[in-house]
């Protein structure tokens, strides 16, 4: 939940809008509740009378479905006239199977937590209409009292004299606000009061707001399954593009050679056994297998690429030495600085050694095509948190996650933020315009799941 907009000073609270698009929420929250105090209530009564039949429950689980209808409508009342923004919840899901899908309806939490929203908000919503209105009118009656007292009817004094306008009256002692002095005094506080009203009305609105964000918006554990949702989608997404890369270098460069060398022994054989054994057909067949010796080692260089490009040989020394060595092969000058607490405390997982290893390498081939730097500067530390490492430049900056074009097409940077966001580590860029680009990726100790072992609804 954010809020789109700072509070107004003192002096410009009672004139700003945000004040009265507070107020006026205020007045729908109030004309509202009745109507939603009693559909929360019947849902309530119903479910818990009806949960001896199925029928019935049918019932039940529409209303609390239903529940999710009024969220929305709130959530848009927050946002246009409290400013804040609050997500949506995660869609209902639909179950297959008679009993699981009766179960999800009634089960559903977002509608229930609405409903929640419902009944709390009833007893707020009367008393902070009630407290702001009251507020508001006796300060604007103070403030105009001048001008609308004089039709106001005379009223007699304990004394017998006659007054008209606002009094306090105690026993024989009155006070009327009918002399000009008094009139300056009650316009003065009804103007103080005025610019009280905001900070009277402010906590009610704070409740709205921190009511609406806990009960309308997604929960924290939907979100990180929304998260790990989508994370897994991108790994299994990831892997497959993998795998089809491999096959194709496989099937299109490998493969094509090593059927080639079979050609070309496979020729230099018929040659020396069918030939006349002249010296030419003798250094045919020694060109054959000369050439089919060099694919032989073109095909081995290839294969080693590959598996390169499966595991690093270099990580099997340690995720140091792979950096280091990543680090001086690179095409310009990199400083690679590993905190010996990297190896101290212990070889991290394979996966999570593999991404970081990775992760670096991506950002120096980033650093080589589009900064435009002299160097780069990467610096890898073992904290409390997991694993950090902070790739550094000099180049002209402007890095984005998502082209600046309006087309939202995504750039390099967006498939190594899913990469390490698989694992629950985090990504942050800062790239201003003339530079440094400053990356910073925090990585766990241990690859975490990526998804839980149960599926909420």
Sequence with gaps: MTTSSPAPGFLEAPFARRTWRAYGFLWIALLLAPFAFAYALLTTVLTAGLAVTVVGLFVAGALVVGGRGWGAMYR??????LGVEIADPAPRRRRAGFWRRLGGSIGDATGWRAILYLLATFPLALASFVVSTVFLAVALGGASHWVWSRFLPLQEAPDGTL????SVVAGDWYWFADTPARQVLLVTAGVGLFYLWPLVQAPFVALFRLL???LLGPTTASVRVAELEATRAVVVEDADGRLRRIERDLHDGTQARLVAVAMQLGEAR???????GTPEDVALAGDLVGTAHDSTKE????????ARGIHPPALDSGLAVALETLG???????TVDVDPAVEAGGRLSPAIESIAYYTVAELVTNVVKHARATGAYVLVQRTADGLRLRVRDDGRGGAVVVAPDGSGSRTGLAGLIDRVRAVDGTFDLSSPAGGPTVVTVLLPDQARPTLPTTTRA
Excluded: Q
């Design 76 to 81: 848009r009342m927050a946002r246009s006239l």
């Design 299 to 306: 095909a081995l260089a290839e294969l080693r690429e590959i």
């Design 328 to 334: 001086a092969r690179a095409a310009a000058p990199v």
């Design 270 to 276: 018929d040659l020396l056994a069918t030939g006349t």
């Design 212 to 214: 609406a964000g806990a």
């Design 163 to 166: 007054h008209r306008g606002f």
